[in-house]
């Protein structure tokens, strides 16, 4: 695995809890526990993947947030969610799944990957930086993958960029998710999430087509949006979100090499969530590589992957890439969140959307005409 955050690790789980004898290698360019720029939101939906592989309990000890507040300058929507979220910081989330992977038997390395090729002279092994040799390779090395670098895939969404820092929780944040929409390139929106432990995770991003989206602008665009959020606060990192496209595919060639995650171009256009993303594609790959493994056939793993990971997402991407092109029409922001106001439903299904694998059902279509009416 290139890679052991969210992606490459599960997958390592992955591959371990359905083939324990099997070899695995976790490389990474960094020592765990690591920080990461995200949000730290962990949904429902994450979890329960990470349950079907023994590691559930990787949101042990951080208080679950029932509560979501979400608001524009004219509309806002507040609303117990139809599950919890937690927030848990990187450097903890991303180093218990890691924990977990080794306990299963994988072997985690400090190393750089350089280049990446496919052996076609010989076995038609996957060997990194000319010396490590594989089978199967997952790519899960983020943003600027070199795996995929080597594949020549480029992912088809478009590029946002995001920054977030650690400040003390607000009295009005307390026990929540607040995400306040802004008026730049969609999705743009500010957020402040209640870690449970007096302090939140806050930030601000948008769609990166604007020239010139300095530091500056995106805490100037915070300060505006959730004013003295950011207060006290340090701990600032940014980082580039590949956004989905319109479906997935053409992300994932055929052979021994799988992409999965940020590295596949798989994060929410709407919200920029990707963890769901990253831990249920990570355990696919894992699935794709043992299937591809005890058969014998690991050029076919490609395909499999691919065709697991259409099946579980397609509709959803469709879905997701409709949403966040109707979220730039002025008015349908705020539509959304006068219809969540008036039908628990409609905020589920918004929330679904945003956090999970859900759709564009017909309520929550209807509930956005009604408010587009309104």
């Given at each position: 695995?290139?890679?052991?955050?969210?992606?490459?690790?599960?997958?390592?789980?992955s591959v371990l809890r359905r083939a324990p004898a099997t070899r695995v290698l976790l490389l990474d360019r960094d020592d765990f526990p690591r920080d990461k720029c995200c949000g730290d939101g962990i949904a429902?939906?994450?979890v329960d993947v990470l349950g079907q592989l023994g590691a559930g309990d990787v949101v042990d000890g951080w208080r679950p947030v029932e509560q979501l507040h979400l608001a524009t300058d004219r509309r806002e929507a507040r609303g117990r969610m139809a599950r919890p979220a937690w927030v848990v910081p990187r450097a903890v989330f991303d180093g218990r799944i890691v924990e977990h992977a080794v306990a299963a038997g994988a072997v985690l390395r400090r190393h750089r990957v350089r280049s990446v090729a496919v052996d076609h002279r010989t076995d038609g092994a996957v060997v990194l930086d000319g010396t490590l040799r594989t089978k199967v390779i997952v790519g899960a090395d983020g943003v600027r993958s070199?795996?995929?670098?080597?594949?020549?895939?480029?992912p088809q969404g478009q590029m946002a960029l995001a920054i977030r820092g650690y400040?003390?929780?607000l009295a009005d944040h307390r026990g929540r998710q607040v995400i306040r929409w802004g008026s730049r390139a969609q999705p743009s929106y500010a957020w402040a999430f209640d870690r449970g432990d007096g302090f939140s995770n806050i930030g601000y991003g948008e769609l990166a087509v604007t020239p010139g989206l300095t530091r500056r602008l995106l805490l100037d665009e915070l300060e505006r949006l959730l004013p003295g959020a950011?207060?006290?606060?340090?701990?600032?990192?940014?980082?580039h979100l590949p956004l989905s496209g319109r479906g997935w595919g053409r992300e994932?060639?055929?052979?021994?090499?799988?992409?999965?995650g940020?590295?596949?171009?798989?994060?929410?256009?709407?919200?920029?969530?990707g963890i769901y993303y990253a831990v249920a594609t990570g355990s696919l790959a894992g699935a794709a590589a043992v299937e591809a493994l005890a058969a014998d056939r690991p050029a076919s793993a490609g395909a499999c992957h691919r065709d697991a990971v259409r099946r579980l997402l397609d509709r959803h991407l469709h879905h997701t890439w409709a949403a966040s092109r109707l979220a730039r029409v002025p008015g349908v922001v705020d539509a959304?969140?006068?219809?969540?106001?008036?039908?628990?439903?409609?905020?589920?299904?918004?929330?679904?959307?945003?956090?999970?694998?859900g759709l564009l059902t017909p309520r929550l279509v209807g509930g956005l005409a009604r408010g587009l009416l309104s």
């Open positions: 695995m290139v890679g052991a955050g969210p992606a490459g690790a599960t997958a390592a789980l429902a939906q994450a070199v795996v995929r670098g080597a594949l020549g895939v480029v400040a003390p929780t950011a207060e006290g606060a340090g701990s600032w990192r940014a980082h994932q060639p055929d052979g021994p090499v799988l992409l999965t940020d590295a596949a171009g798989l994060v929410n256009p709407l919200t920029g969530e959304g969140l006068v219809a969540s106001r008036r039908d628990q439903g409609v905020f589920d299904d918004l929330v679904e959307v945003g956090l999970g694998d």
